[in-house]
């Protein structure tokens, strides 16, 4: 089985190869591609996942390259882990929103659609290229922003299937509270790609226990501290939101707090020199501890359930990004949502899910229609689309919001946008 990895010079990536050493019995790869054109990069990431395949006796083949072409040819999957302008442009997605009194994200409001912009055609321009050379390959999109990312691939007509953490974090730690195996946690997982909410967590499968109520009647604090969000805003909802909900039920809140500190990407960024540098470490042969503080927790083992899934094995079912094709009645087919799964070489077919509260039902519904016009703008350029796009987020929504923004936008991303 050959397996390439498209931007295999992140800093994630030794999270990703560990997981692949682990979990080898579910996903029995041969060869392992890293693609990435920047080459100094690719080296060090290249040289510790090979230390770590030797080390857990991986008996894989891992080789590098700045040729895509030649690492996706003969690809089973081709993961897609891409940041277009890197930590620089993400730096810039985090502060001039603030000028205008709106959050500095870089997957939602102002800053998402950004890097939707940016990244859009690169992927897409990348999964072409995987089709020519494989098309019966899958593409297992983990690039932000995945649902808009995801929904570009579908609608381009390719095999494709968009991945997050954030489902599987919430069932390890559900599972951790709970005292069982994380395979006993079923999520009643549903939204939008960084907009979902935990309705139920049962116990042994979808039609199991809903443990929920005791959840947040045990561990509740706890639950509230992790999602930075008040404990009686649980208890009230019922539900526990996706810690990106904080970004919409505590907007003002949080730009307050963005505009007191460093932003993420700076420390990201300080964060990646200080791996690189362990990475080059000829003696380090396992993922260091420090990259548990980067992000993307449990990234490997579902992107390793994901693969083996799609290509013959793995778990039944997933949280994954997909077409929503009926499965929730307010949105149109097309739209990509993010639920529970079935999931197999036939790719994902999403379980059906209960009538949606209108307090989440209108949000999703709301973002969906944001998402629209940010694909729109993203494929076909042109600033009255991005205005429209975002007057559209509930995150902007005012017309003077709207037009600030669109130009600091545009101000910011000119290099990477055909049509600026």
């Known amino acids: 089985m050959k397996l390439t990895v498209v931007g295999g010079g992140s800093t994630y990536t030794p999270e990703l190869i560990d997981g692949f050493a682990r979990l080898r019995d579910t996903l029995p790869i041969t060869e392992l591609v890293l693609v990435d054109p920047a080459a100094d990069r690719l080296h060090l990431v290249g040289g510790l996942a090979r230390r770590i395949f030797a080390k857990q006796d991986h008996e894989g083949k891992i080789t590098t390259t700045s040729d895509l072409d030649a690492g996706v040819d003969g690809a089973d999957a081709v993961l897609l882990q891409l940041r277009v302008g890197g930590q620089a442009a993400r730096e810039q997605d ?47 999109d983990f690039t932000n922003p995945v ?68 959840l947040l009647a045990e561990h509740g604090d706890a639950i509230a501290d992790d999602l930075r969000l008040p404990r009686p ?106 639920t529970q799964a079935a999931v197999g070489a036939h790719g994902a077919a999403p379980l059906p899910v209960a009538p949606v509260d209108p307090l989440y039902a209108g949000l999703v519904a709301n973002v969906t229609a944001y998402e629209d016009l940010a694909l729109e703008a993203a494929l076909h350029g042109g600033r009255d689309r991005v205005f429209k796009a975002l007057l559209a987020h509930p995150l902007v929504g005012q017309y003077a919001y709207a037009d600030g923004l669109t130009d600091r936008l545009i101000a910011h991303n000119r290099e990477h946008l055909a049509w600026a």
């Open 94 to 140: 985090e502060t001039w929103p603030l000028e205008c009194g709106c959050v500095g994200q870089e997957t939602t409001g102002a800053g998402g659609l950004a890097k939707a912009l940016r990244t859009v055609p690169v992927v897409l321009d990348i999964a072409e290229r995987v089709r020519r050379a494989n098309p019966d390959a899958w593409i297992i």
């Open 147 to 214: 649902g808009i990312v995801t929904r570009a691939l579908l609608q381009a007509g390719h095999k494709a299937v968009g991945l997050c953490n954030v489902a599987i974090g919430f069932q390890r730690k559900f599972a951790g509270l709970l005292g069982v195996a994380p395979s006993e946690v079923h999520l009643d997982h549903v939204g939008l790609n960084h907009l979902t909410w935990e309705r139920a967590v049962r116990l042994g499968g979808p039609e199991g226990e809903n443990v929920l109520p005791r």
């Open 233 to 338: 805003v649980l208890d009230r909802l019922g539900v526990v939101p996706s810690y990106y909900l904080r970004y919409f039920y505590a907007h003002d809140e949080v730009v307050r707090e963005l505009g007191t500190k460093p932003s993420r990407a700076a420390e990201v960024a300080a964060m990646e020199k200080e791996l690189l540098e362990m990475y080059g470490d000829p003696a380090l042969d396992e993922k260091p501890a420090l990259l548990a503080k980067r992000g993307g927790a449990f990234y490997s083992e579902a992107a390793v359930d994901l693969a083996a899934s799609l290509l013959g094995g793995g778990s039944p079912y997933q949280v994954v990004n997909t077409y929503n094709n009926g499965t929730l009645p307010f949105l149109p087919d097309d739209a990509v949502i993010e």
